[in-house]
C-alpha cells in the first residue's frame, strides 16, 4: 500500500470522514499495540494488523470474535459510541477483502518494513492505513 498526499481540497464523505476521526484519536493506543504485537509478542507485520472497529456496526461479528464477552454497555451509557481497539490475525484483510471486493487489493497488500497496517471499520465502510509502531507514546496515570 503507498502513501499518498491528500490535497487541502478534498472531500472526504462523513462515514470516511468517521472513520478519520476514529483513527487519529486512537492512534496512541494503536501505535503501542502495534509496537507490542512486533516486539514483545514477536510477531511479523504480514501475520497482524491493529485494528480499530465501531462496535455497534456491521462488524460486530468480527468484534465478538476479537473481544468475546467484552462488556460495551458502561461506554454507551456514557453517551458514547463503543471503539474496539487491539490486534487481529492477518486472517481479518481476508474477511475484508470478501466483503468489500472493490478495496481487496489494499487490504491483502503487507505494509512495506517497520509499518503495520491499521483495518478502521465502520457501519459504512473501511478505511485502511499504515502506522509506524511505537512502544513510548502512551503515559501511564
Known sequence: ???????PQAQFSEAAEY????????????QHLAWRALNVHGQRNDEMVAVC????SVWRDVVDMLMPDQDWQPIRDRGEDPIALG???????QIVAEKLPNIADTALEVPPAGMMKVIVLSDEGCTIYELKPRKDVLTIN
Do not use: E
Not at 500500500?1 to 490535497?7: K, S, Y
Not at 472497529?53 to 455497534?56: A, F, G, M, S
Not at 490486534?87 to 484483510?93: E, G, L, M
Open 53 to 56: 472497529i465501531q462496535v455497534d
Open 19 to 30: 472513520r478519520n476521526v476514529m483513527y487519529s484519536q486512537s492512534m496512541p493506543r494503536l
Open 1 to 7: 500500500m503507498g502513501t499518498a498526499v491528500i490535497p
Open 87 to 93: 490486534t487481529a490475525s492477518w486472517d481479518i484483510c
